[in-house]
């Protein structure tokens, strides 16, 4: 008899052996749970724009990536819905430490494809595009209004700039506009280097004359900022007490 005709045919093994799979067919049964529990939580975020136990479905959805991208795919959410989802999430749970930083503190950057057709602003080779406030697109009016504020406030074409400008000005809270794409790899990127960011998504997508919320931009940049240094034209985006 081999050595492991006889290590398998012995009693303590095969029992052992048995436990072995009683246990991993428990623990596939408690994530096939959580995850159908995922699911429920992201699919009524997405039907309400309310999110249920926030720190618990970001870490789940983390913890089971692969296996929660194929559950959304078999029951057909769509995968631009569950960015938004987690866009949403992340804004929800960075909210309260993005609120204790200091506006001088914090950077907006804002994507140079939200900037007219025929916009005669530069692009610097080190800060990114130089805004002339012409009056062609929205830009100009909410660059002015961010600064007062106290924001720096950047456009950039890239994450190329935003990791430079990162770097120079050491920023320790971030707003990012684009897509959801764009918003989804800033925040990684913002985690990646110790800060606190938020996004928000565009509203029309592309590389030209893109659009944004500005309402929802001053009201995330106005998060925890003292309203006797809010310019008046901004001063009904002040969250509500």
């Known amino acids: 008899m081999s050595f492991l005709a006889f290590f398998t045919s012995d009693p303590l093994f095969q029992k052992w052996l ?3 799979g009683e246990i991993t067919f428990v623990f596939l049964i408690i994530i096939v749970f959580i995850g159908f529990i ?3 939580l992201v699919v009524y975020a997405i039907r309400t724009d309310f999110i249920l136990f926030p720190e618990f479905l970001k870490a ?3 913890f089971l990536e692969g296996f929660m991208r194929s559950l959304f795919k078999i029951f057909g959410v ?3 819905e569950v960015l938004q989802v ?3 999430l992340h804004n929800s749970l960075n909210k309260k430490r993005f609120m204790e930083i200091p506006v001088e503190r914090r950077a907006i950057f804002i994507p140079h494809c939200l900037r007219a057709i025929a916009c005669p602003a530069h692009l610097h080779p080190e800060e990114g595009l130089k805004c002339r406030s012409c009056g062609l697109c929205s830009i100009g009016y909410g660059k ?3 600064e007062q504020v106290g924001y720096m406030v950047f456009i950039v074409p890239g994450s ?3 990791k430079r400008l990162i770097k120079e000005y050491h920023p320790k809270a971030i707003v990012g506009i684009g897509c959801l794409l764009e918003v989804k790899e800033g925040n990684v990127m913002a985690e990646r280097y110790g800060l606190v960011s938020m996004g928000v998504v565009s509203t029309k997508d592309g590389c030209v004359e893109t659009a944004v ?4 931009v001053f009201e995330m940049a106005l998060l925890g900022i003292d309203p006797l240094s809010v310019p008046k034209e901004l001063e009904r985006f002040l969250p509500q007490k």
Do not use: C
């Not at 919320?213 to 929802?216: A, R, V």
């Open 18 to 20: 048995l436990l072995l």
């Open 144 to 146: 002015k209004m961010l």
């Open 78 to 80: 769509p995968d631009h």
């Open 86 to 88: 987690m866009v949403r």
């Open 160 to 162: 190329s700039f935003i």
């Open 60 to 62: 789940g959805i983390m």
């Open 213 to 216: 919320d500005w309402d929802e």
């Open 38 to 40: 995922l699911l429920i």
